[in-house]
């Protein structure tokens, strides 16, 4: 067995999951009170507008870690040009199966898909209302106006994201029916030499505690910096 995929890149997708679960959860039921330890409350809503900014600084960190991460959670060893990824759904039309250690040339470009998505739906949040009790933390910067076109734009984002969700889930039952578990080794983090390429050399994994600055960096920018903006644009 090999290891692949390190435990911060694990947890980030695992947790993103959850996340977003939780966030279209939030967002389609609507303004209601949520139950909290010690007889208090939260308003769905300011759940949602906390867990996007969550969702934002996970985001960020995930952009850094593609950058200065493990080799596999590197962009610049999954993320192909087009005529890689055109060549790869060739072979397996054909009925080969290529072999990669982390991400095909396709599931690069899912990846790519899903944070870009992830970064305008987070960042449209910031700006965003619903109109009756809840505001993003910048919607107050850029007007009424412009705030609820943002806020359209939020909507059709989730939209394109649950459609992307949709086209992943299968993808990995596809896969799964080929007889590749992609979901076993996001969950332990290896797997059987044989499923990597011959003669590949085992992936790079760098410490953990890379990532933990990463991700303070990450929270900080976004948990200090947004607050900071909007003291600054919005008064």
């Given at each position: 067995?090999?290891?692949?995929?390190?435990?911060?890149?694990?947890?980030?997708?695992?947790?993103?999951?959850?996340?977003?679960?939780?966030?279209?959860?939030?967002?389609?039921?609507?303004?209601?009170?949520?139950?909290?330890?010690?007889?208090?409350?939260?308003?769905?809503?300011?759940?949602?507008?906390?867990?996007?900014?969550?969702?934002?600084?996970?985001?960020?960190?995930?952009?850094?870690?593609?950058?200065?991460?493990?080799?596999?959670?590197?962009?610049?060893?999954?993320?192909?040009?087009?005529?890689?990824?055109?060549?790869?759904?060739?072979?397996?039309?054909?009925?080969q199966?290529?072999?990669?250690?982390?991400?095909?040339?396709?599931?690069?470009?899912m990846?790519?898909?899903?944070?870009?998505?992830?970064?305008?739906?987070?960042?449209?949040?910031l700006?965003?209302?619903?109109?009756?009790?809840?505001?993003?933390?910048?919607a107050?910067?850029?007007?009424?106006?412009?705030?609820?076109?943002?806020?359209?734009?939020?909507?059709?984002?989730?939209?394109?994201?649950?459609?992307?969700?949709?086209?992943?889930?299968c993808?990995?039952?596809?896969?799964r029916?080929?007889?590749?578990?992609?979901?076993?080794?996001?969950?332990?983090?290896?797997?059987?030499?044989?499923?990597?390429?011959?003669?590949?050399?085992?992936?790079?994994?760098?410490?953990?505690?890379?990532?933990?600055?990463?991700?303070?960096?990450?929270?900080?920018?976004?948990?200090?910096?947004?607050?900071?903006?909007?003291?600054?644009?919005?008064?």
């Open positions: 067995m090999v290891k692949v995929w390190d435990l911060p890149t694990r947890l980030f997708h695992w947790i993103l999951v959850l996340l977003f679960a939780v966030l279209w959860l939030s967002g389609t039921v609507g303004g209601i009170d949520l139950p909290l330890p010690g007889g208090k409350t939260i308003m769905n809503t300011d759940l949602h507008m906390l867990l996007g900014q969550v969702v934002l600084a996970m985001v960020l960190y995930r952009v850094l870690w593609g950058l200065l991460g493990s080799s596999t959670a590197r962009f610049s060893s999954f993320v192909r040009g087009p005529a890689a990824v055109i060549a790869y759904l060739k072979a397996v039309r054909s009925g199966h290529p072999l990669f250690a982390g991400h095909n040339p396709a599931g690069a470009l990846i790519l898909a899903v944070l870009s998505l992830l970064l305008l739906q987070a960042g449209t949040g700006f965003s209302n619903d109109d009756i009790l809840s505001e993003g933390p910048l107050a910067t850029v007007g009424k106006d412009l705030s609820d076109t943002l806020t359209g734009f939020h909507g059709l984002i989730a939209d394109g994201l649950i459609a992307l969700v949709i086209v992943h889930v993808a990995v039952v596809v896969y029916l080929k007889g590749e578990n992609l979901v076993k080794p996001m969950v332990t983090g290896y797997k059987d030499r044989a499923s990597l390429p011959p003669g590949e050399p085992a992936p790079r994994m760098v410490s953990p505690l890379l990532a933990l600055v990463l991700l303070a960096v990450s929270v900080g920018a976004v948990f200090w910096g947004v607050p900071l903006l909007a003291a600054h644009f919005g008064g």
